[in-house]
Every structure is written in structure tokens, then in C-alpha cells.
């Protein structure tokens, strides 16, 4: 059997708690690494708040509207709320290829295609975290982010892509650190889609992700 076959793919019906998610993500990571249970790609909503990653600056919490929550992801902060798409991947990179940058340059190519589903012409920019997209009035926009956590060579946390979320949310943080450009969704731009058109998608360009994580 392939490795791609001993995935389990899990779709959220209801909020996550974000300190459940955390606790899952880290007996399923336990568990890959010591081969009794399967790896998982799990798409989920957390109710609306904040995350810190290992690099976050305390002066970019602009506002405490929502809990905030340290987390051992890399990155700054972020927001996770109702209408946006969050990913959790936890893939054993033993198993694959052992290269971080690889693997998150697979996972930014994953969420570049399933947004292209919806025509979006969405790319990464070096020297930018996140997924990049331009918006009706040509303005750049961030539509989604990335950031994860490898525990021997297990992979954790992943992406997360605005669907229809409330926007204003973004406005208690400095995005990932990045104050120069907005935030945006698929409802923003102008795309009539909702999070199982999204799953959809992502299912469809998933083996282009796994193939290029292959060793």
C-alpha cells in the first residue's frame, strides 16, 4: 500500500476549540511517530481568536477582543475564526522527504491550486509569509497562511485560507507581522464558494502535494 493510501482525511463539522486541536494534533503526532495510527489531514473552524507563533512580537496584539493563545507553530500572530478554512497536516516526513523547506513549499503550492480552482491566481512572495492573491483594485492581499511545527520528522499545524470569514477580526493583530497589506477572502473577491467547495478542491490537487513531498 502507498504511503498516500494510509492517509485519513478528517472534515470538522463544528468549532474546535483551539486547545482540543492542539491536544489532538499532539497524540496523532505521538502516534505517526510510533507507527499506531495513520497520518491525518484535518480540516477544521476554530471559533474566533488569536494564535502567537515562536517569533511573535507582543506589540503586534493590537487588541485582546479574542482569547490568544501561544502556540509552538512558527510565525507571528494570526487569526482563526468562523468562514475560514484551517488545515492541520500531520505527515510523517521519515516516511517521505526529510526537507522542511520542501514540505512548505508544497504546502503553499497545495493551497495555490485549490484557490486556483476558484480562479485565483494566488502565489507565495519571497520574503512574505503567506499566500498572496490581488484583489478587484489591484491591490496585493494576503488570502491565506501558513506555519508548522515538525516534531521528529512529523509534521503539525499547516495552513489556513479565508473563505468568508469576518474580516475586521484581522484587525486586533498585525497579520503574521506584516502591516503593509490587507487581508482578503473569497467572498471579498468576488467568488461564491463555501468551505465544502473549498474542501473539494483541496481533495482534487491533493496528490500534486503528496507527490512532491515524495522521496
Known sequence: MA?????????GNKYVPYPDAIAEMEERNSAVQSGTEDELIWLLEHPPLYTAGTSSDPAELLSAQFPVFET???????????GQRVGYIILDLKR???DVRGFVHALENWVIAALGEFGVAA??????VGIWCDTPAGQE?????IGIRIRRWVTMHGFSVNIDPDLSHFSGIVPCGISEYPVT??????????L??????LRKTAPAFLTAIEK
Not at 492581499?141 to 497562511?145: M, P, Y
Not at 477572502?185 to 463555501?194: H, Y
Request: no cysteine; net charge positive; hydrophobic share 35%.
Open 3 to 11: 504511503a498516500n493510501d494510509q492517509i485519513e482525511w478528517r472534515i
Open 72 to 82: 509552538g507553530r512558527g510565525g507571528r500572530h494570526t487569526y482563526h475564526g468562523p
Open 96 to 98: 517521505r522527504s526529510a
Open 123 to 128: 502565489r507565495a512572495v519571497e520574503g512574505r
Open 141 to 145: 492581499a494576503k488570502i491565506g497562511a
Open 185 to 194: 477572502s473569497l467572498k471579498e473577491l468576488g467568488i461564491k464558494a463555501n
Open 196 to 201: 465544502a467547495d473549498f474542501d473539494a478542491a
